[in-house]
């Protein structure tokens, strides 16, 4: 299953990375994301690992993923590993007057036991409202910090 999402945030990329590159603060604009643990020492950059317990309806489950990507200002990329797996990326580039435009993709795989690829294709549109949310709530949160 894969979902991109976008949206166009009033400050500048730089500015918006402020607001994502601390991936503790994460549960303040995921709604989906209850808790955030760190299982490495290392808590930014490739190679930080962390435990997110993750809610959507009834359906909980602790998301264990590792930063594949940091490019400050540019992109955050994550591998998921655990019941869900696959991987996602931020991505931050400026439009012509230099705001954000910042791009929310994922590429998930769901277990059998959550019904594979059916779950998947009832799980599109779940996810893609509640991360269309998340935006909305990084949004207000960036240009707030900026």
């Not at 059916?118 to 998340?134: M, Q, S």
Request: with cysteine; net charge negative; charged share 25%.
């Amino acid at each position: 299953m894969r979902i991109h999402l976008c949206t166009v945030i009033n400050c500048t990329p730089e500015e918006t990375w402020a607001a994502v590159e601390d991936i503790s603060t994460h549960i303040e604009w995921m709604a989906d994301a209850e808790s955030i643990t760190f299982t490495s020492d290392q808590t930014s950059g490739v190679g930080a690992q962390f435990e997110c317990l993750t809610k959507v309806g009834p359906l909980k489950t602790v998301d264990v993923m590792t930063v594949t990507a940091w490019e400050p200002g540019k992109r955050m990329g994550i591998e998921h590993r655990g019941m869900v797996t696959g991987g996602g990326d931020f991505m931050l580039s400026a439009d012509e007057r230099g705001r954000t435009i910042f791009c929310w993709e994922e590429t998930l795989h769901f277990p059998w036991w959550m019904a594979g690829v059916i779950g998947e294709f009832f799980g599109r549109p779940v996810l893609k409202y509640v991360w269309r949310a998340n935006l909305r709530r990084l949004k207000a949160r960036a240009e707030r910090l900026a």
